[in-house]
C-alpha cells in the first residue's frame, strides 16, 4: 500500500488540458489550485502535500485508458484526501467525474471541498446550515452529488486559514476518517 500523505486536488479544466499553455492559467478553478501550491511555496508550513506531484508527468495528448487513467488512480491511491474545488465553473468532464468516483467509490477517501465563490465559513451558512446556493454547486458534479453521503465531506470557503486546519484535520484523512456525513465548521 502507498504512503497516504498526500492531497489530490480535483477540479474542472476544459479538456484537452494542457498546463503550459495560458488558457490553463486563466481556468477559474485551475487558478485555485495554484493558488495552494504558491502559499505552500511561500510557507514551507502550510500543510498541503501535491499528490499530482508524486507521479512523473505524462504529455496531455497521452491515451486516456493507457496512460492518464492509471496515473490518476496512482496518485489517488497516494492520497490521504480529495481536495475539491466547486464553483460556478465548474463542469464534470471525464477526468474530473473519473478522480471523484474513484477517489470516493473505490479508495474512500474524504472531500475537503472548497467554494472559491465564498470567503468565511459564516458565508457558507444559513441558519446553522449549508446555503441552498452552495447545496446547488453539487449539481454542477452529478457523480460527487450521488457519491457525498459514503464519505466523510468538509464544506469550507477559500480562505487560507480554514483550508490550513482542514488540511491537518485527521477527521478528513482516509485513515482515521470520522463516519460519512456533511461537515463544516461553525
Partial sequence: MAYRNGN????????????????AHATKDFVYYNMLRAWKAKDVAFP??????????????????????????ERLQSSKNIVLFLSDSTIGSTAL?????????????????IYPGYNTKESLLLNGSL?????????????????????????VPLNQSLIAKSLNDPNFSVLTKVAPAIYRYS
Fill in 131 to 155: 446555503r441552498a446556493e452552495v447545496k446547488a454547486l453539487w449539481g454542477r458534479l452529478p457523480i460527487f452529488k450521488k457519491l457525498i453521503d459514503k464519505v466523510p465531506t468538509l464544506h
Fill in 97 to 113: 467525474n473519473e478522480e471523484i468516483e474513484y477517489g470516493i467509490d473505490s479508495q474512500g477517501l474524504p472531500v475537503i471541498v
Fill in 48 to 73: 498541503f502535500v501535491d499528490s499530482h506531484t508524486k507521479t512523473y508527468s505524462v504529455r496531455d495528448g497521452s491515451n486516456w485508458e493507457k496512460t492518464l487513467k492509471p496515473r490518476l488512480r
Fill in 8 to 23: 489530490y486536488c480535483a477540479f474542472y479544466v476544459a479538456e484537452p488540458f494542457h498546463e503550459s499553455s495560458l488558457a
